[in-house]
């Protein structure tokens, strides 16, 4: 994960410490540091606040004799990153899921995406990871629209051996999810989580859709689920998403296989939105919860 986004700043960093820290001299570096940040997926917007904030702390710094000008530079960029990895709104699901319970209530979890995400096993690798803290766990299959979008969703269900709503394909994806909600009170299940059709975030029909669930059954929490195999894609496709349903925060997939990365530090700075998690692979166990200090480490060191 990272390796070519950890490439690049490695090779930014060797270039800043062995030369002096003139204007024009750290101009060039910063001019071939956003060139390919922007090839590794980092966001236009994103790339040019890296680049400017380097500036800012860079020009005229001062390293003692002794010191080891990399590990000040490198202590720079760490920060930066943080900064943008850190969002203003705190999202810690197992805390809004524990929240809920404590009232006897279901938590309600929509998962919105476009297709070929990785939705559907995201969404039973979080179910796997619920069963795994004691949590009792609702599917609702909100895709009335995908052909073979029930029976696949059915499939993680058995296998998780939870229960799962489902109505006829071609019926109203609001209706399903508030069936679930239904039931899931009923028997007191712990939480619901709801997969919707895959959409392009410039279908606006699929989109007034989305919106009506969300309306319906007034989730606790909207995960966007991107694709980082498709670097700037994914993170206007968050962007938009949020504009329609307001996202909680998102989960990135297929970070094990070569995601360049620059998707993970633009998403985040972009919609103001945490990312929940990363998929790492197609196990339910191959997910992990997304540590902004860990990412950082494992993307400088």
């Known amino acids: 994960m990272f390796e070519k986004l950890r490439g690049v700043l490695s090779g930014f960093i060797e270039k800043l410490s062995v030369n002096e820290l003139k204007p024009e001299k750290i101009q060039e570096i910063l001019w071939e540091l956003k060139l390919t940040l922007i090839e590794n997926d980092v966001a236009l ?6 680049c400017d904030e380097v500036e800012k702390k860079v020009s005229g710094l001062k ?4 010191e080891d000008k990399r590990k000040v530079v490198k202590e720079i960029l760490r920060k930066i990153l943080l900064d943008l990895l850190d969002t203003p709104d705190k999202v810690d699901i197992f805390n809004v ?3 809920k319970r404590s009232l006897r209530e279901p938590c309600i979890i929509v998962f919105v995406g476009v297709n070929g995400s990785g939705k559907t096993t995201t969404i039973a690798k979080i179910a796997n990871l619920l069963l795994k803290r004691d949590y009792s766990i609702l599917l609702a299959c909100s895709d009335t629209f ?3 979008a029930i029976e696949q969703l059915e499939q993680h269900a058995k296998r998780l051996g939870v229960p799962m709503i489902k109505h006829k394909y071609g019926s109203d994806p609001a209706a399903v999810a508030y069936d679930a909600v239904q039931y899931a009170r009923a028997k007191g299940i712990n939480v619901i989580l709801v997969d919707t059709a895959g959409r392009m975030q410039t279908n606006k029909n699929l989109m007034a859709e989305m919106e009506k669930i969300v309306r319906v059954i007034k989730p606790d929490m909207v995960i966007f689920v991107g694709d980082a195999l498709t670097g700037n894609d994914a993170v206007m496709q968050a962007e938009e998403f949020n504009r329609y349903v307001n996202i909680t925060g998102s989960i990135l997939t297929k970070m094990d296989a070569d995601a360049k990365g620059g998707a993970a530090i633009s998403i985040a700075y972009i919609t ?3 990312i929940l998690f990363l998929g790492v692979g197609q196990r339910y166990e191959d997910i992990e919860v ?12």
């Open 97 to 99: 899921i524990e929240r």
């Open 146 to 148: 995908r052909a073979g």
């Open 272 to 274: 103001k939105k945490p």
């Open 63 to 66: 390293v003692g004799r002794f």
């Open 290 to 301: 997304f540590r902004p200090e860990i990412i950082v480490n494992n993307i400088l060191d």
């Open 45 to 50: 917007i994103v790339a040019d606040h890296i």
